[in-house]
């Protein structure tokens, strides 16, 4: 048999052999994929073809099964007889009579198997097929499955690659395409521009309308702007309403131009939502990209920067600034925000919101509220927690604010226990790997406790999957020590990181918080419905409860209450309010 041959074959792109792509990004992790697949078949030739040109997934999803392979196999017919052409030689090794047919359907030109890609698109978004020469045995049923177990595969890793609700690349994707442009021209004067977008008061307008409509209008940017970038331009969705774009050689004026042209396309956007038109302006930074010099972050503080101070002078308007002036304007801006953090902390310059978490399936006694912090500016008005957090834990000074959240919270719980509700209510507070990792913070929580004199037992600490897992042995002796205080911990963004139920049995948690990136599209895609479901019942199964973040929706509330999830909370649950407030309706 001839030795393995690999094939990666999009509109965009097509390889024969040795891998071509550089490390780290999708195209790279899927040829490496099909080769080892290849080699362990033993076949000619394994191939995967994506219907987009750049890999990019559909934002509605209504039917998904693996029936439609057959009809996916009759509409890429075109594109596998252009692809069977290009690789004849290799598949019917100089057999002249299939060798000159050159419209010979792919299934008579040799043996074949194959499954569908299962993206978030309205039916099958590619197809991968494992090929041989006619004289070759048989395929068997095991090798279908193993070909159907690939394709799922390779759907793992354009959705970990790819926005499913923007179809744009994700941040992971995006940061090797940076990394790639910085490595990519030997010649000195080889220049790129990056320009960082981000959608101006973006959160107002979710607090006023809604979940569902801030997507509907991040969806609708988002195809504007694949609408109006150049064909060469490398687009992502880095953030929640935030965008990067790279331009490949491109002049700085040149891309503050580009930038323009973007900035109106987006002001004169015409978006209704609930028979009323929404308007949105962005806020544009953009920098210059030089190969050899700076790093991907460097860069993308760089553009960010330059964002941001397109926001402080008013929005809706584009800056910008040369790599090294970018960077140092980052430096100078994180120096001015921590010591606003620092100051915050002084003069309790923060506010307490929280938002509520019930029972989905059936009533219960029980209040649970999650504590969200946010700042004050100048004219008293609140901060988001996104412009300032990051800043604090590029500064290590998660700490400090982890312990104005736990003594506050405390405090306002000490004051307003005067009630049945009150008195039965359990307040969850989000604690950062850092504090984990400090010293002196299990004894400070401890001495609050004792101090304010509010019950452990109402007491549930929120800590992400990744910030348990990464600081493990700390997370046992501080969860178990808290535990038989008689607090309850819950793991958030579980299923976002390595989501292994191994550890679980060692760690003393009462919640998984089960990721709001399967949440928010578990109605439309079959994926999330079944990571949910199995998150679920594996909770069940070790005692845990659930609780489903980003429920935006009626019709996502009742799908998860339809599978069982214990809890939810979102839009379509509580809208967030001040904690004070909270803790008043309870007592009243």
């Given at each position: 048999?001839?030795?393995?041959?690999?094939?990666?074959?999009?509109?965009?792109?097509?390889v024969?052999?040795?891998?071509?792509?550089?490390?780290?990004?999708?195209?790279?992790?899927?040829?490496?994929?099909?080769?080892?697949?290849?080699?362990?078949?033993?076949?000619?030739?394994?191939?995967?073809?994506?219907?987009?040109?750049r890999?990019?997934?559909?934002?509605?999803?209504?039917?998904?099964?693996?029936?439609?392979?057959?009809?996916?196999?009759?509409?890429?017919?075109?594109?596998?007889?252009?692809?069977?052409?290009?690789?004849?030689?290799?598949?019917?090794?100089?057999?002249?009579?299939?060798?000159?047919?050159?419209h010979?359907?792919?299934?008579?030109?040799?043996?074949?198997?194959?499954?569908?890609?299962?993206?978030?698109?309205?039916?099958?978004?590619?197809?991968?097929?494992?090929?041989?020469p006619?004289?070759?045995?048989?395929?068997?049923?095991?090798?279908?499955?193993?070909?159907?177990?690939?394709?799922?595969?390779?759907?793992?890793?354009?959705?970990?690659?790819?926005?499913?609700?923007?179809?744009?690349?994700?941040?992971?994707?995006f940061?090797?395409?940076?990394?790639?442009?910085?490595?990519?021209?030997?010649?000195?004067?080889?220049?790129?521009?990056?320009?960082?977008?981000?959608?101006?008061?973006?959160?107002?307008?979710?607090?006023?309308?809604?979940?569902?409509?801030?997507?509907?209008?991040?969806?609708?940017?988002?195809?504007?702007?694949?609408?109006?970038?150049?064909?060469?331009?490398?687009?992502?969705?880095?953030?929640?309403?935030?965008?990067?774009?790279?331009?490949?050689?491109?002049?700085?004026?040149?891309?503050?131009?580009?930038?323009?042209?973007?900035?109106?396309?987006?002001?004169?956007?015409?978006?209704?939502?609930?028979?009323?038109?929404?308007?949105?302006?962005?806020?544009?930074?953009?920098?210059?990209?030089?190969?050899?010099?700076?790093?991907?972050?460097?860069?993308?503080?760089?553009?960010?920067?330059?964002?941001?101070?397109?926001?402080?002078?008013?929005?809706?308007?584009?800056?910008?600034?040369?790599?090294?002036?970018?960077?140092?304007?980052?430096?100078?801006?994180?120096?001015?925000?921590?010591?606003r953090?620092?100051?915050?902390?002084?003069?309790?310059?923060?506010?307490?919101?929280?938002?509520?978490?019930?029972?989905?399936?059936?009533?219960?006694r029980?209040?649970?509220?999650?504590?969200?912090?946010?700042?004050?500016?100048?004219?008293?008005?609140?901060?988001?927690?996104?412009?300032?957090?990051?800043?604090?834990?590029?500064?290590?000074?998660?700490?400090?604010?982890?312990?104005?959240?736990?003594?506050?919270?405390?405090?306002?719980?000490?004051?307003?226990?005067?009630?049945?509700?009150?008195?039965n209510?359990?307040?969850?507070?989000?604690?950062?790997?850092?504090?984990?990792?400090?010293?002196?913070?299990l004894?400070?929580?401890?001495?609050?406790?004792?101090?304010?004199?509010?019950?452990?037992?109402?007491?549930?600490?929120?800590?992400?999957?990744?910030?348990?897992?990464?600081?493990?042995?700390?997370?046992?002796?501080?969860?178990?020590?808290?535990?038989?205080?008689g607090?309850?911990?819950?793991?958030?963004d579980?299923?976002?990181?390595?989501?292994?139920?191994?550890?679980?049995?060692?760690?003393?948690?009462?919640?998984?918080?089960?990721?709001?990136?399967?949440?928010?599209?578990?109605?439309?895609?079959?994926?999330?419905?079944?990571?949910?479901?199995?998150?679920?019942?594996?909770?069940?199964?070790?005692?845990?409860?659930?609780?489903?973040e980003?429920?935006?929706?009626?019709?996502?509330?009742?799908?998860?209450?339809?599978?069982?999830?214990?809890?939810?909370?979102?839009?379509?649950?509580?809208?967030?309010?001040?904690?004070?407030?909270a803790?008043?309706?309870?007592?009243?």
């Amino acid at each position: 048999m001839a030795t393995s041959e690999l094939a990666v074959l999009s509109p965009r792109a097509f390889v024969l052999g040795e891998p071509a792509y550089p490390a780290g990004g999708a195209l790279y992790e899927l040829e490496k994929l099909l080769e080892g697949f290849a080699s362990r078949l033993q076949a000619d030739l394994a191939a995967v073809i994506l219907r987009d040109e750049r890999l990019r997934v559909r934002y509605k999803s209504h039917q998904r099964s693996s029936k439609n392979a057959g009809k996916l196999m009759d509409q890429l017919e075109t594109d596998l007889e252009h692809w069977l052409k290009a690789t004849q030689r290799l598949l019917v090794q100089n057999d002249s009579a299939t060798a000159g047919n050159q419209h010979a359907r792919l299934s008579h030109a040799c043996k074949l198997v194959a499954a569908p890609v299962l993206l978030a698109g309205d039916g099958p978004d590619g197809i991968v097929v494992v090929v041989n020469p006619p004289s070759a045995p048989d395929f068997t049923s095991r090798d279908a499955s193993l070909v159907k177990a690939l394709a799922a595969t390779v759907s793992e890793i354009v959705e970990s690659h790819y926005d499913s609700a923007t179809g744009l690349m994700t941040r992971k994707e995006f940061e090797f395409v940076l990394d790639d442009a910085l490595r990519t021209g030997s010649c000195s004067t080889t220049r790129h521009c990056l320009l960082y977008l981000d959608l101006d008061e973006l959160q107002l307008l979710e607090d006023s309308l809604g979940r569902e409509a801030r997507d509907e209008l991040v969806w609708h940017v988002a195809q504007q702007l694949k609408a109006d970038a150049d064909e060469n331009a490398e687009i992502a969705r880095i953030g929640e309403d935030e965008f990067a774009i790279l331009l490949r050689d491109c002049t700085l004026k040149r891309g503050f131009c580009v930038g323009q042209e973007i900035r109106r396309a987006i002001s004169a956007l015409n978006v209704v939502w609930n028979d009323k038109p929404i308007k949105i302006t962005a806020s544009i930074g953009v920098t210059q990209l030089v190969p050899g010099i700076g790093t991907r972050e460097s860069t993308l503080a760089a553009a960010r920067i330059a964002c941001i101070t397109a926001k402080e002078d008013g929005r809706d308007r584009v800056k910008a600034f040369w790599h090294d002036d970018a960077v140092r304007l980052n430096d100078q801006r994180r120096q001015s925000v921590i010591a606003r953090i620092q100051a915050a902390l002084q003069n309790d310059r923060f506010l307490l919101y929280s938002q509520a978490i019930k029972p989905l399936w059936k009533r219960a006694r029980v209040q649970y509220l999650e504590v969200l912090i946010k700042g004050i500016d100048d004219d008293d008005e609140p901060i988001p927690p996104s412009e300032f957090i990051p800043y604090a834990e590029q500064s290590k000074i998660m700490p400090e604010l982890d312990r104005w959240v736990v003594r506050h919270s405390l405090e306002a719980l000490a004051s307003d226990r005067t009630s049945e509700q009150a008195a039965n209510a359990i307040v969850s507070i989000n604690l950062s790997g850092q504090s984990l990792c400090d010293d002196g913070f299990l004894d400070f929580v401890i001495s609050q406790l004792e101090r304010t004199k509010v019950p452990a037992t109402s007491i549930c600490f929120e800590l992400t999957e990744t910030a348990a897992i990464l600081n493990m042995e700390r997370a046992r002796s501080f969860m178990a020590t808290l535990t038989r205080y008689g607090c309850r911990f819950s793991l958030d963004d579980f299923g976002a990181g390595l989501s292994s139920f191994s550890y679980l049995r060692t760690l003393p948690v009462s919640f998984l918080k089960i990721d709001g990136q399967f949440v928010r599209d578990i109605v439309d895609d079959p994926v999330c419905n079944a990571m949910v479901a199995a998150i679920h019942q594996m909770s069940h199964a070790m005692g845990l409860q659930t609780i489903a973040e980003y429920v935006e929706t009626p019709a996502i509330k009742q799908h998860l209450r339809e599978i069982g999830i214990d809890y939810g909370q979102g839009d379509a649950i509580a809208r967030p309010r001040l904690f004070s407030e909270a803790l008043a309706s309870l007592s009243g």
